[in-house]
């Protein structure tokens, strides 16, 4: 029996005693435009940051560097700052759950966790506290804000007139998407990924423009980067130099932040968000003898640890803050036995200590997890929980303001949606109020 074929061929088959012969149908041709490399990608991570339908909220104020400490901001929503937003966009700090297309222009609500950072970062800007250094990272359960808070942090960094360097998704470091390739003068042998770092170079002027202002004050060898470099060359003429080729991007890269330590340089923010993923036991990478590299052997994750772990301190001053992930998030046994043992006795809902985790002896744990989230490093443990009422009702009365909310805004409104959303959870309180008329 002859089968049938997608080309416009008689097709023969045999029916009983008889031979059918049948016109074979010509398969309609799609006149559809195949979409570039990168399209899809690109419109799945587009961010809408306004929306020219919803109502403009007057009055509304913006964070600056002199009220981000403001008790009496407590409980609102202050508007992004126009240069901010550019800055916060080039450091890829927003995210595409976070809803800033429902909204004229983007805005924050400073709840009491922020006020606190405001304050500290405030202080570390200080005379006395010029050298301060603080090691964070935040948790807490599925919408609860970890990301929003590091958002935040770089907001008050970049008013602050800091460097900010950060690195929006471990998982794309790690997943096994970009070209990798060994360093040759690393012992253990270390990785390095050219094509992530230039794109990381290239946005650093645009998120830090003070770097135009900052010339290049360390020596560069001729053995290290293959490329001349002027003596007096701007820290942002650099950047731009390693991101317009990528086979010199790391040496230029650990020469610029070597600068950037250098005594009378601004704070340091390093940021990065999806620890989870920078501390699972394997990447999609794979080594010359092909057994998985380790996340902690890829150089820019590498360097970011070392921050963390204290192993390299930051001589001017700064914070090195990570975010954790409960809706992207590998299950790290080591990771989860390392931050409950920082963090302490966690206290529940109902006012009950939960003691921090035992290790198992069933489990094999990362030794080098361990270590990175070790007491005694500084690594402090911020766990971030739901809203109180007053934030909640302040948060409600802007989205009411911004054309989201038909209902009033009572006690009795409030209440009601601060109840169903697990006592004040962000995410599940703005899917309750806002997600429910859609």
Do not use: C
């Amino acid at each position: 029996m002859l089968k049938k074929r997608s080309t416009g061929v008689d097709v023969i088959h045999k029916k009983g005693d008889r031979l059918v012969i049948k016109k074979a149908k010509r398969q309609p041709e799609s006149r559809a435009r195949r979409p570039a490399p990168g399209e899809r990608k690109a419109l799945r991570k587009r961010i809408v940051l306004s929306n020219v339908n919803a109502l403009e909220v007057m009055g509304m104020q913006d964070i600056e560097a002199e009220n981000m400490y403001d008790r009496g901001t407590e409980g609102h929503v202050l508007g992004l700052p126009g240069p901010v937003v550019d800055q916060l966009r080039a450091v890829e700090a927003f995210k595409t759950t976070q809803g800033w297309g429902l909204f004229r222009r983007p805005g924050t609500l400073m709840r009491r966790e922020t006020v606190d950072l405001g304050r500290m970062m405030a202080g570390m800007s200080e005379e006395e506290g010029h050298r301060m250094t603080v090691r964070r990272v935040l948790v807490g359960e599925k919408g609860s804000g970890k990301s929003m808070m590091l958002l935040q942090a770089m907001t008050m960094a970049f008013l602050k007139g800091w460097t900010v360097i950060n690195l929006p998704e471990a998982q794309d470091i790690t997943i096994g998407h970009t070209p990798y390739q060994p360093l040759p003068s690393s012992s253990p042998t270390s990785y390095i990924q050219p094509a992530y770092l230039s794109n990381l170079l290239r946005n650093l002027p645009t998120a830090n423009p003070h770097l135009a202002t900052l010339q290049l004050s360390q020596q560069s060898s001729t053995s290290e980067i293959p490329i001349p470099i002027p003596p007096n060359i701007s820290l942002a003429r650099l950047a731009s130099l390693g991101a317009s080729d990528p086979e010199v991007a790391h040496p230029i890269f650990t020469l610029l932040i070597t600068d950037l330590l250098s005594p009378g340089r601004p704070p340091l923010f390093l940021g990065l968000d999806g620890l989870a993923h920078a501390m699972q036991p394997a990447t999609g990478y794979t080594a010359p003898n092909l057994k998985p590299i380790h996340p902690h052997e890829l150089s820019i994750l590498h360097w970011y640890l070392n921050f963390l772990s204290g192993k390299r301190p930051l001589p001017n001053g700064g914070i090195i803050m990570a975010a954790t992930s409960q809706s992207n998030a590998p299950r790290i046994p080591s990771l989860d036995l390392a931050l409950s043992d920082l963090e302490g006795p966690v206290l529940t809902r109902a006012g009950q200590a939960v003691p921090p985790k035992e290790k198992n002896p069933f489990i094999r744990y990362d030794e080098r997890v361990l270590g990175t989230l070790a007491r005694g490093t500084g690594v402090q443990v911020q766990r971030l929980r739901g809203l109180n009422k007053e934030e909640a009702r302040g948060l409600m009365e802007y989205w009411a303001k911004s054309g989201m909310v038909r209902e009033r805004v009572s006690e009795a409104f409030v209440g009601e949606k601060w109840a169903v959303s697990g006592g004040g959870v962000v995410g599940e309180l703005e899917r309750a109020v806002v997600g429910m008329r859609f």
